[in-house]
Structures are given as C-alpha cells and as structure tokens.
C-alpha cells in the first residue's frame, strides 16, 4: 500500500478545480479584487449556515479572534487587564487573541474525556476580573453548550467561540458560530471549510459588534479615508471568498463523510492500549481530528509509519511551555501536560477511501 498522507489537500480540492478556475478568469476579467460581491455573498450565506443575522470575512481565524476582542474593547465592554478563561490545552492562537488586546488568559484544564473545557473548570477558575469565557470547540467538537451560555448570563460574562475548528458542528439545537455572543473562523486549507490560503471570519447576533469588526477589519473605516477607528486591514479575500462559495454548498456532506469514517475508527478499533476520543452527541462532533491517546507514543506513531500510514501530534507543547509564554511556565496544569504527552492524530479527512479506513484500523488493532 501507497503511504496514506495525514490529509491530502490535492485530492480534497481535486473535484473543484475546473470551478475554481473559471471563478478565477471571471474575478480576472472583473477586475474587483478586494471587498467584492464573492465576500458579501459567502457573509450571508456562512452566517446563514450559522444560524446567527451576521458574518464578517476577515484575513484568518487568529484575527477574527482578535478583532471580536478589540472591537468589544471599542464598544467598552472589555477592558485591559480583563481576565478571560480559555482552556489551557488550546492552539496558541485562542491565547494570542487575548495576550494581543492586553487581556489577561487565565489557563483552566480540559476535561480529560472531551478535551474540551468543563463548567467545572470554568468555576474553579472564576474571579472577580473575570469577563469572558473563550470556549474553543477542540478537534470539532461542542460539548456542555447550553451550560456555558446559562453560566455566562447569569454571571454576566461574554462567552466567545473559538470555532476554527468546528464548522458544522451542531449540538442540540446549537451551531457552531451561533452559541455564544460572537465565534471566530478559520478558512485555512486544512480546516473542515478550507480555502486556498488564509481566510476566517467572526460570526454574531450582536449588530453593533458586526459594525465594529466590519470598521476595523478595514483600517477602521467606514468611508474611504475616513478613519473611526484605529483599525487593520485584515479583510476576507475576493479570490479566497469566491473559493469558499463554491465549497461551502459541500461542507455537509464532507463533514457527513468525516462522521462516518469516525464510527468506523470508534466501534472497529478495538485495543486496549488505544484511547479513544469520546462522543458526546453525533451531531455535535465534525471529526476535524479524529484523536487518541497513546502511552507510548513514539513507538505508536512509528508503528503506524512502518505501516504507511501519517500521523500528527496536535499539539507537542502546551500553551503554559512554550517559550512566547515563559511567565507561565510554573502553571501545574497535569491534565493539558498529560493530554500533551498522549495525544496522536490518525488520518481523517472525506477523501479517504473504504480500503485506506479498514488498514489504519487493522494496523492500529495490531499494535
Ligand atoms: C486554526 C486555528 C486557529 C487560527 O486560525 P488561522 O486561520 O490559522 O489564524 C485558531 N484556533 C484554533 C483552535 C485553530 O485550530
């Protein structure tokens, strides 16, 4: 057997290419390159996928976090110094967003099960500072929404989506984007919705908030030269919009095929020194990554390789170790470090065939 790549970006986009590059000629022949009919329209759409009244394109899933941050910092309902709770086993990115406002991350542990933050954790780690929950849907999937959005209103807190990895997800009568007071997106070409580059956008039911992203997204203007606003310019690709239009129509049936090849990992892998992630509803969870956990890793991940089959670590270093955050190096954070220490991510993706699945689960079952 041929090596089965961790994900094959080229055989993804494959059945869109002759799409693509006719979108391509006509924005060519157009001539209209930036904040164009294509970002307008995959706004309405995405926000319509969401569920929520607002969608704003910006450059890429980091901003969009950022900019949800800076604008409620224009609209004075955050303030530096503020402190936010954002799980500690996050990509950095959910962490940059807050560091970069002068915001204050407070680091809560994961549940071990979902890998994502627990109310619990939120409780433990509640001061009188705190402002926000940034909740991050980890490896695709939502867990304990309806408790979080009670939480946050109830203690008046802002609850932010980090969504950059759960297109779709969808969790009782929840969407992704839709949960709390504003979520952020990534595009980038590995994410259940990819372009062909970078791309993200902040959805919203805040009107206002939309208003203030969509200023400071573009230098913080509203009319060219007039400057509101100490703005950016983080703004959503025409050509990248226009990719985004043509995939988004099969962001269900990719995230469908995705659900699929995870109930086969979840019921035909079967051993005992393999963990396997836990499912809190089947619609809540768009296999992003379709993550275990192994005590020996090294050995496991080169067994696999043995085996032409790709594996990915997501992620080897915590937030709290690395180097851009030495000042909180001396957190004892033992569930992040344990998750960090065991996790391995197997293939997963809609474009891997029936033969491929059944060899990744025969070699893991083997090991
Ligand atoms: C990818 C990702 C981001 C950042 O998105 P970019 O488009 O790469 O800036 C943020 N948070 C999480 C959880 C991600 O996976």
Same mark, same amino acid.
């Given at each position: 057997?041929?090596?089965?790549?961790?994900?094959?970006?080229?055989?993804?986009?494959?059945?869109?290419?002759?799409?693509?590059?006719?979108?391509?000629?006509?924005?060519?022949?157009?001539?209209w390159?930036? %904040?164009?009919?294509?970002?307008?329209?995959?706004?309405h759409?995405?926000?319509?996928?969401?569920?929520?009244?607002f969608?704003?394109?910006?450059?890429?899933g980091?901003?969009?976090?950022?900019?949800?941050? +800076?604008?409620?910092? #224009?609209?004075?309902?955050?303030h530096?110094?503020?402190?936010?709770?954002?799980?500690?086993?996050?990509?950095?990115?959910?962490?940059?967003?807050?560091?970069?406002?002068?915001?204050?991350?407070?680091?809560?542990?994961?549940? !071990?099960?979902?890998?994502?933050?627990?109310?619990?954790?939120?409780?433990?780690?509640?001061?009188?500072?705190?402002?926000?929950?940034?909740?991050?849907?980890?490896?695709?999937?939502?867990s304990?929404?309806?408790?979080?959005?009670?939480?946050? +209103?109830?203690?008046? !807190?802002?609850?932010?989506?980090?969504?950059?990895?759960?297109?779709?997800?969808?969790?009782?009568?929840?969407f992704?984007?839709?949960?709390?007071?504003?979520?952020?997106?990534?595009?980038?070409?590995?994410?259940?919705?990819g372009?062909?580059?970078?791309?993200?956008?902040?959805?919203?039911?805040?009107?206002?908030?939309?208003?203030?992203?969509?200023?400071?997204?573009?230098?913080?203007?509203?009319?060219?030269?007039?400057?509101?606003?100490?703005?950016?310019?983080s703004?959503?690709?025409?050509?990248?919009?226009?990719?985004?239009?043509?995939?988004? @129509?099969?962001?269900?049936?990719?995230?469908?095929?995705?659900?699929?090849?995870?109930?086969?990992y979840?019921?035909?892998?079967?051993?005992?020194?393999?963990?396997? @992630?836990?499912?809190?509803?089947?619609?809540?969870?768009?296999f992003?990554l379709?993550v275990? +956990?192994?005590?020996?890793?090294?050995?496991?991940?080169?067994? %696999?390789?043995?085996?032409?089959?790709?594996? !990915?670590i997501?992620?080897?270093? @915590?937030?709290?170790?690395?180097?851009?955050? #030495?000042?909180?190096?001396?957190?004892? !954070?033992?569930?992040?470090?344990?998750?960090?220490?065991?996790?391995v991510?197997?293939?997963?993706?809609?474009?891997?065939?029936?033969?491929?699945?059944?060899?990744?689960?025969?070699?893991?079952?083997?090991?």
């Open positions: 057997m041929d090596l089965i790549p961790f994900l094959n970006l080229q055989k993804i986009n494959q059945p869109f290419e002759v799409a693509f590059l006719d979108k391509t000629k006509q924005l060519f022949e157009k001539g390159f930036v %904040l164009g009919d294509e970002v307008m329209s995959f706004e759409d995405f926000a319509k996928y969401c569920r929520v009244p969608c704003v394109g910006v450059g890429n980091l901003d969009a976090l950022m900019l949800i941050f +800076r604008a409620y910092i #224009a609209m004075g309902k955050l530096k110094g503020d402190e936010v709770i954002v799980p500690a086993n996050t990509y950095i990115a959910s962490i940059l967003a807050l560091i970069h406002n002068d915001l204050v991350p407070v680091l809560a542990e994961p549940d !071990l099960d979902t890998y994502n933050l627990s109310l619990e954790s939120v409780k433990e780690k509640i001061t009188d500072k705190t402002r926000a929950i940034l909740m991050v849907h980890l490896y695709g999937q939502i304990e929404a309806q408790e979080m959005v009670d939480f946050a +209103r109830e203690n008046h !807190l802002l609850l932010i989506e980090d969504a950059a990895q759960a297109h779709g997800a969808v969790f009782g009568e929840h992704a984007g839709s949960i709390g007071d504003a979520a952020g997106f990534s595009f980038y070409p590995g994410k259940n919705l372009a062909l580059g970078d791309a993200g956008c902040v959805t919203t039911h805040d009107a206002l908030l939309a208003e203030k992203i969509r200023i400071l997204r573009n230098y913080g203007s509203e009319i060219k030269y007039q400057n509101k606003l100490l703005g950016f310019n703004r959503l690709d025409e050509i990248q919009a226009a990719f985004l239009n043509i995939k988004l @129509p099969f962001l269900n049936q990719h995230n469908h095929e995705r659900q699929i090849i995870a109930h086969r979840l019921t035909e892998i079967d051993n005992y020194k393999i963990i396997l @992630p836990k499912v809190v509803d089947r619609k809540a969870h768009v992003h379709f275990v +956990r192994v005590s020996d890793r090294i050995a496991f991940q080169n067994f %696999l390789l043995k085996n032409d089959i790709q594996t !990915l997501h992620y080897p270093i @915590p937030p709290h170790h690395q180097k851009a955050m #030495a000042s909180y190096r001396k957190m004892h !954070l033992p569930v992040t470090e344990l998750i960090h220490q065991e996790v991510s197997i293939p997963m993706s809609p474009v891997l065939t029936e033969q491929e699945v059944s060899h990744i689960i025969d070699v893991i079952n083997s090991y």
